[in-house]
Nanobody
């Protein structure tokens, strides 16, 4: 079993920045990809950004140029640097890890962008 611990959410004003972290631990054989999803009230969960073990990244169009995903393979940790935050970025952000034996989700961390 793999456990994910997320941190870094909070309340920020429009134009501000936040950095999310997600650390994986437990029975890890080989992590294929790590990513961040978000779910706003009344909306479906959507991909924000993902990164493979070799460093290939994918971003939602709405966050390109503002968010940056990175990972530390040695620490089994993925980060999401969020800059120029907008009110529409408000959501619960979830970390997802695709590992050799399955997929795992974090518990979610709230990001609120408001003046």
């Amino acid at each position: 079993q793999v456990q994910l611990v997320e941190s870094g959410g909070g309340l920020v004003q429009p134009g501000g920045s936040l950095r999310l972290s997600c650390a994986a631990s437990g029975r890890i054989l080989s992590i294929r990809s790590m990513g961040w999803y978000r779910q706003a009230p009344g909306k479906e969960r959507e991909l924000v950004a993902s990164v493979t073990r070799t460093g290939n990244t994918d971003y939602a169009d709405s966050v390109k140029g503002r968010f940056t995903i990175s990972r530390d393979n040695a620490k089994n940790t993925v980060y999401l640097q969020m800059n120029s935050l907008k009110t529409e970025d408000t959501a619960v952000y979830y970390c997802k890890v695709v590992e050799l034996l399955g997929e795992y989700w974090g518990q979610g961390t709230q990001v609120a962008v408001s003046s």
